[in-house]
């Protein structure tokens, strides 16, 4: 099949009326693309933090203090900054401080272990990192093993007003372990004034392909890799974002639950509204009950989540007579959004006044976040939707470049602007994912299965690595999930592979239960296993249910089937 076969950038056109297949992307760096948006909209609210409300011209202003602070201490244009702090300002103005001098941010986890925090400053050889209060203990433990000049310390306090400050006290701060007066750290304001007597140059001039991020992948699935991103996959992913909403306006609401550590918080929930005149409501930890409050009171435009975001929100009662009208977008990635949890959340939506469903997208880290989503207007039950502007897909038969053709299942590759530029020290890892076609395009190979329909529709399947093969059949676990998803009793599912002596590897199903359950578990395994074998393939039958009150989950939500697997591997040795 030809690559204009695999063209799909026209059905946005021919499907949404209007979004362009090519868009003329910004030339510069992230901090110079936020800057003028400042021009433009100076009195508009880039954020909200816990009641505290920041203008564009003071967020500016906040990000040139920083840059002048970092260039006093002597970071210089291409070293590496870490930034290990959950969604708060002083994360998002050193953010674009470090880009502005011309540094490249390294984006890590605050609830990650100690040892996977020395990987990544390691890693990426940092010299500088901010992190909170509440995390020193974990860089004191290690900080012998990293090449740190400067640990610099903050507090959510830091970013609140006077009054505020005396409430997280008494909530949260108090509870926190005070850092020794002796500790080799820098605290955020005095950083800051001491950044104000340093009169140096701070605003490197960057090109859009120079390397300004890092974030990491695979902590949960395999080895953890840093990604290197340039200017340009961040800023080529705002203006995606953004032709292919076109109701979006200067001036609306993206309630940012998505962590700033992550490609989808960073890319689609802060740079992509930043960069266009949007209001990010920052929010440093998810909680359900919190994120309801949130919803009510200051009524976004925009959500952006994970499925178990959406499944946690079905089950707050507080929400039952909340007004959504007030939505224009509501978005799903990060892991796959079964066909029942998106019925059910879907009704949910309508049953409040929303006049929108939920809008599914796929991406990976390699591409900073999404690269595909449904269209406003049209969906497709199962499809993940269609790829961005200037965004290639085509699915390929696993581990070659031979397409296969419409309809048929293979490895989902992808091209475009927000295609990453490597794995940093990871050579072997860089070319085995990232290949150069014979059509001249360099293509992400991303180890997911999927599918492409005639209309170019793409519909993921599954991690290509999480396939169960039991008696020689492939098995894939998600759809046994959306299966055992769709059932009333069930509440959510994980499905994985355990080690059998004859078949090698069989079928194991984690349920969660409704909490409305009635019925004894073992009346429940014999419900479940009886409507499996209804819809199941013999040889993909679960060979045992076990019921969980949780599934264990990822530091960003995803349910951790790794875990699962490990737990059972142990059990089986």
């Not at 954020?47 to 202003?61: H, L, Q, V």
């Not at 939920?358 to 900073?368: D, I, L, Q």
């Not at 199962?382 to 419409?406: A, C, H, N, Q, R």
């Not at 039958?541 to 951790?560: H, N, Q, S, W």
Request: charged share 25%; with cysteine; aromatic share 10%.
């Amino acid at each position: 099949m030809s690559n204009e076969n695999m063209n799909v950038k026209t059905p946005w056109i021919s499907h949404l009326g209007g979004v362009p297949a090519h868009l003329e992307y910004f030339q510069g760096s992230m901090y110079d693309k936020v800057a003028s948006i400042s021009e433009n909209y100076p009195d508009y609210i880039a954020y909200d933090f816990m009641g505290s409300k920041t203008r564009y011209k003071d967020f500016i202003r906040k990000v040139d203090e920083c840059a002048r602070a970092l260039a006093a201490i002597g970071v210089k244009e291409g070293e590496s900054v870490t930034i290990c702090m959950p969604n708060a300002p002083q994360a998002v103005i050193m953010f674009y401080a470090v880009n502005k001098i011309g540094a490249i941010a390294n984006m890590v986890h605050p609830l990650s272990g100690e040892k996977e925090i020395e990987f990544c400053l390691k890693e990426s050889a940092s010299v500088v990192c901010l992190t909170l209060d509440q995390f020193y203990g974990k860089f004191e433990n290690i900080r012998n093993n990293i090449p740190l000049r400067s640990l610099i310390l903050t507090s959510i306090k830091d970013a609140l007003s006077p009054i505020k400050k005396k409430g997280y006290y008494l909530a949260e701060g108090r509870k926190i372990k005070k850092v020794p007066a002796n500790a080799e750290i820098v605290w955020w304001e005095k950083f800051l004034r001491d950044g104000a007597r340093y009169h140096g140059p701070f605003h490197a001039v960057r090109k859009s392909e120079d390397p300004a991020v890092i974030l990491y992948s695979g902590g949960t699935t395999g080895t953890m890799k840093g990604i290197l991103l340039s200017n340009m996959n961040f800023n080529a992913l705002s203006q995606q974002i953004i032709a292919t909403n076109p109701m979006f306006k200067p001036g609306d609401k993206m309630l940012a639950v998505m962590p700033i550590f992550h490609g989808f918080g960073l890319g689609v929930c802060i740079h992509s509204m930043l960069a266009s005149g949007g209001r990010c409501l920052l929010i440093p930890r998810f909680n359900p009950e919190s994120y309801a409050k949130l919803l009510k009171k200051h009524k976004p435009n925009f959500i952006a989540g994970v499925p178990t975001l959406y499944e946690a929100l079905l089950r707050i009662k507080s929400l039952d007579r909340v007004d959504l009208s007030c939505l224009k977008g509501v978005f799903s990635g990060g892991d796959s959004l079964s066909i029942e949890l998106k019925k059910r959340f879907d009704a949910f939506l309508a049953s409040h006044n929303a006049s929108i469903p939920v809008r599914e997208g796929y991406g990976t880290t390699e591409c900073v976040t999404a690269s595909c989503l449904t269209p406003s207007h049209m969906a497709k039950e199962g499809s993940i939707g269609l790829p961005f502007p200037d965004t290639f897909y085509k699915i390929v038969k696993p581990g070659t470049e031979e397409e296969v053709p419409y309809g048929e299942e293979g490895e989902i590759c992808l091209a475009g602007p927000t295609v990453m530029m490597e794995y940093i020290n990871n050579p072997e890892e860089t070319a085995n994912t990232l290949r150069r076609h014979k059509d001249g395009l360099t293509w992400v190979h991303t180890g997911d299965l999927g599918m492409m329909d005639d209309e170019g529709f793409i519909y993921f399947r599954q991690r290509i690595k999480r396939m169960i093969v039991t008696s020689g059949y492939n098995v894939y676990p998600s759809r046994i999930e959306n299966i055992l998803d769709a059932h009333e009793l069930v509440h959510m599912s994980c499905v994985i592979g355990v080690p059998d002596p004859y078949k090698i590897q069989k079928v194991a199903a984690f349920v969660v239960l409704k909490p409305d359950v009635k019925v004894s578990e073992d009346e429940a395994r014999k419900i479940l296993l009886e409507y499996c074998s209804k819809h199941v393939a013999k040889y993909a039958m679960p060979a045992y249910i076990e019921f969980r009150d949780m599934l264990p989950k990822t530091l960003v939500g995803k349910v951790a089937y790794r875990v699962l697997e490990e737990e059972q591997a142990k059990k089986f040795a």
